[in-house]
């Protein structure tokens, strides 16, 4: 199977993806139900679920938790995880109303729901998104937003064609840690930004260097799993959890982990609307086996005004941002400076305040009933999983590219060009 992996890699380049430990209890007092007695039906946002794997489900269990929401469907292409969805929203509301589905179509297009929440595998994010804008769907989307740059600007231009509201799952810029970064990093506290690094862990998941196909196991439907990418033969390591280690589905820790910290990068350097101008790499990748993403990543961005980002394989993740006058170091749990006196500023009354919101979820449902903007819409997202693509087709070029955030394009250069999308497998298309 090695030498299969192997053009695998080639045509790539030629042609050129946890749950939350808390439950939802099974008997709900009326005083404490979610989207019921609470609040009127005409102030209810009526939600569908797409994908209710380990993420989706983790999703699903916030959106559930909001007295306003009422969870009308849920949809997996695996029918043990649309049926393990199905009845613990069941058990949420005591009730079967919930509606369960393989094909994704069947929640865009119902005219009773209002937003879809879609979890599926980075393959699977454009198509139905999109499905979801055309159809009159307010959606909240994992990221990283697109598997391609060519999908991530088809969604954002359905999006502002059909006048919808979009949250990315980027949810750190939910977290004060990454709020605080990002406020120092804008109101000067750190001096003249020169450096960005952003640390993302190894694998955690592992492949043997040969693989057979399997049978595809009873409920599973494999085709539509596939969907727009191209046909293979079935593993249990191609789905799943595990779809974020091959490149046909996602773009390994880059595009995992590393799509966090960029987009808090992306942030500090107020480059929302923008990126990097040229990129290089040089990250390690599988030789046998079923796993194409980079085993160790490293590359490095550098922006129009100097800025220089690098992003490696390097313990637990992470961003610091360093200036002439002074750092910080920002994780989920923790955040650190240097002078430390940076983090006793008061950060409510610093000139320039950022976007501030405490919940991502929340966030979304607010804006969808006000029709302002979330913290994280889709031309953000799209621009922070951007700079991700960017590094792994610099990383599988083994060479430094020239990109254009006007254009969106690299350019004159053709092998680069070709890597900005990617066919997709009848009947798929964007739009």
């Given at each position: 199977?090695?030498?299969?992996?192997?053009?695998?890699?080639?045509?790539?380049?030629?042609?050129?993806?946890?749950?939350?430990?808390?439950?939802?209890p099974a008997?709900?007092?009326?005083?404490?139900?979610g989207?019921?007695?609470?609040?009127a039906?005409?102030?209810?946002?009526?939600?569908?679920?797409?994908g209710?794997?380990?993420?989706?489900?983790?999703?699903?269990?916030?959106?559930?938790?909001?007295?306003?929401?009422?969870v009308?469907?849920?949809?997996?292409?695996?029918?043990?995880?649309?049926?393990?969805?199905?009845?613990?929203?069941?058990?949420?509301?005591?009730?079967?109303?919930?509606?369960?589905?393989?094909?994704?179509?069947?929640?865009?297009?119902?005219?009773?729901?209002?937003?879809?929440?879609?979890?599926?595998p980075?393959?699977?994010?454009?198509?139905?998104a999109?499905?979801?804008?055309?159809?009159?769907?307010d959606?909240f989307?994992?990221?990283?937003?697109t598997?391609?740059?060519?999908?991530?600007?088809?969604?954002?231009?359905?999006?502002?064609?059909?006048?919808?509201?979009?949250?990315?799952?980027?949810q750190?810029?939910?977290?004060?840690?990454?709020w605080?970064?990002?406020?120092?990093?804008?109101?000067?506290?750190?001096?003249?930004?020169?450096?960005?690094?952003?640390?993302?862990?190894?694998?955690?998941?592992?492949?043997?260097?040969?693989?057979?196909?399997?049978?595809?196991?009873?409920?599973?439907?494999?085709n539509?799993?596939l969907?727009?990418?191209p046909?293979?033969?079935?593993?249990?390591?191609?789905?799943?959890?595990?779809?974020?280690?091959?490149?046909?589905?996602s773009?390994g820790?880059?595009?995992?982990?590393?799509a966090?910290?960029?987009?808090?990068?992306?942030?500090?350097?107020?480059m929302?609307?923008?990126?990097?101008?040229?990129?290089?790499?040089?990250?390690?990748?599988?030789?046998?086996?079923?796993?194409?993403?980079?085993?160790?990543?490293?590359f490095?961005?550098?922006?129009?005004?100097g800025?220089?980002?690098?992003?490696?394989?390097?313990?637990?993740?992470?961003?610091?941002i360093?200036?002439?006058e002074?750092?910080?170091?920002?994780?989920?749990?923790?955040?650190?400076?240097?002078p430390?006196?940076?983090?006793?500023?008061?950060?409510?009354?610093?000139?320039n305040?950022?976007y501030?919101s405490?919940?991502h979820?929340?966030?979304?449902?607010?804006?969808?009933?006000?029709?302002?903007?979330?913290?994280c819409?889709?031309?953000?997202?799209?621009r922070?999983?951007?700079?991700?693509?960017?590094?792994n087709i610099a990383?599988?070029?083994?060479?430094s590219?020239?990109?254009d955030?006007?254009?969106?394009?690299?350019?004159?250069?053709?092998?680069?060009?070709?890597m900005?999308?990617?066919?997709?497998?009848?009947?798929?298309?964007?739009?």
């Amino acid at each position: 199977m090695q030498s299969k992996r192997q053009l695998s890699r080639r045509s790539f380049l030629k042609m050129t993806a946890a749950g939350t430990a808390f439950a939802i209890p099974a008997i709900v007092p009326a005083s404490a139900l979610g989207a019921g007695e609470k609040t009127a039906p005409s102030e209810r946002i009526n939600l569908g679920i797409i994908g209710t794997g380990g993420r989706g489900t983790a999703d699903m269990k916030g959106f559930l938790m909001q007295r306003d929401v009422q969870v009308l469907a849920v949809c997996d292409v695996d029918k043990a995880h649309r049926d393990e969805a199905k009845a613990l929203v069941d058990r949420r509301y005591r009730s079967t109303d919930c509606q369960a589905y393989n094909d994704f179509r069947e929640v865009t297009r119902r005219d009773d729901i209002d937003a879809v929440v879609i979890s599926t595998p980075d393959h699977w994010h454009a198509i139905p998104a999109i499905d979801a804008a055309k159809h009159g769907k307010d959606i909240f989307v994992e990221k990283p937003l697109t598997l391609t740059i060519q999908e991530g600007r088809a969604l954002c231009d359905a999006v502002k064609k059909h006048d919808r509201i979009v949250q990315t799952g980027s949810q750190q810029r939910s977290m004060d840690t990454f709020w605080k970064a990002a406020m120092l990093a804008r109101n000067g506290r750190l001096g003249h930004i020169h450096t960005i690094n952003v640390s993302i862990p190894d694998n955690n998941r592992e492949c043997g260097p040969t693989w057979e196909p399997e049978p595809v196991p009873e409920g599973f439907d494999y085709n539509f799993w596939l969907g727009p990418a191209p046909w293979a033969e079935y593993h249990h390591l191609r789905c799943h959890y595990t779809f974020r280690f091959i490149l046909d589905y996602s773009g390994g820790q880059v595009t995992n982990f590393g799509a966090h910290h960029i987009d808090i990068a992306q942030w500090s350097l107020d480059m929302d609307d923008s990126g990097p101008i040229e990129v290089s790499g040089n990250g390690e990748f599988p030789a046998s086996g079923l796993f194409t993403t980079a085993t160790k990543v490293y590359f490095e961005c550098t922006y129009a005004n100097g800025v220089k980002l690098y992003c490696k394989t390097r313990g637990g993740p992470s961003i610091q941002i360093e200036g002439s006058e002074g750092s910080v170091r920002a994780g989920r749990k923790s955040i650190s400076s240097e002078p430390a006196s940076l983090l006793k500023e008061d950060f409510d009354s610093l000139e320039n305040q950022l976007y501030k919101s405490r919940d991502h979820q929340r966030n979304f449902l607010d804006c969808v009933k006000t029709r302002e903007q979330p913290i994280c819409p889709a031309e953000v997202g799209h621009r922070s999983a951007t700079v991700c693509h960017l590094g792994n087709i610099a990383m599988l070029l083994g060479r430094s590219v020239k990109w254009d955030p006007g254009t969106e394009t690299f350019g004159s250069d053709d092998e680069a060009n070709a890597m900005i999308g990617r066919p997709l497998r009848d009947p798929w298309m964007l739009g």
